[in-house]
């Protein structure tokens, strides 16, 4: 069974750094591109980042909002993926899921979530 | 970027009835070489994560049930709920994949009864 846990949110004030962690089991974790959502409460669903596998360069891609700032990485042996987050703004302030695609399915994590506040 | 556009905004149906989404890209997210569309369907619960409920535009997850449906290829699909359950009040998000710069989703469309 797929499973996909976020880990690592919390409160942090404005230009603060926190870093999240989506820890992987059920697949082979280093074949698979990881991403990054998130969602302000009430809010859509927005496409934070991605990191391809080893076979494709360890890739990564990021929204416009938040390029710059956030940072994806991954550690195949421990079957993890992290979204590092700098600079960080009120409007930063939302549930983070990480997902990946896998035999067609998406499969999703239950979210972490940030708050960015003074 | 791909834009992602889903109508209406909000839907109110009586129970038993029919419920309609749909979800317009800015390009085609039909893949030529597998024929597949790159466009999933999800269902979102207050409190909880999304739930995939299509992916391949048209073919359903596993445990999902059969009346729920999608359809369409290229910018135009639809989601269809052909007799809406009470647990079936939530929130619905199309989703492309086709883009390699990145995952886009619809606006989003919260279903209520009637």
């Known amino acids: 069974e797929v499973q996909l846990v976020e880990s690592g949110g919390g409160l942090v004030q404005p230009g603060g750094s926190l870093k999240l962690s989506c820890a992987a089991s059920g697949f082979t974790f280093s074949g698979s591109a990881m991403h990054w959502v998130r969602q302000a409460s009430g809010k859509g669903l927005e496409w934070v980042g991605r990191?391809?596998?080893?076979?494709?360069?360890?890739?990564?891609a990021y929204a416009a909002s938040v390029k710059g700032r956030f940072t994806i990485s991954r550690d195949d042996s421990k079957n993890t993926a992290y979204l590092q987050m700098n600079s960080l703004k009120t409007e930063d302030t939302a549930v983070y899921y990480c997902t990946r695609h896998g035999g067609g399915s998406w499969y999703w994590g239950q979210g972490t979530l940030v708050t960015v506040s003074s | 970027d791909i834009v992602m556009t889903q109508s209406p905004d909000s839907l109110a149906v009586s129970l038993g009835e029919r419920a309609t989404i749909n979800c317009k890209s800015s390009q085609s997210v039909l893949y030529s070489s597998n024929n597949k569309n790159y466009l999933a369907w999800y269902q979102q619960k207050p409190g909880q994560p999304p739930k995939l409920l299509i992916y391949w535009a048209s073919t359903r997850e596993s445990g999902v049930p059969d009346r729920f449906s999608g359809s369409g290829s290229g910018t135009d699909f639809t989601l269809t709920i052909s007799s809406l359950q009470a647990e079936d009040v939530a929130v619905y998000y199309c989703q492309q994949y086709y883009s390699t710069s990145g995952l886009t989703f619809g606006g989003g469309t919260k279903v209520e009864i009637k």
């Open positions: 990191i391809r596998s080893k076979a494709n360069s360890y890739a990564t």
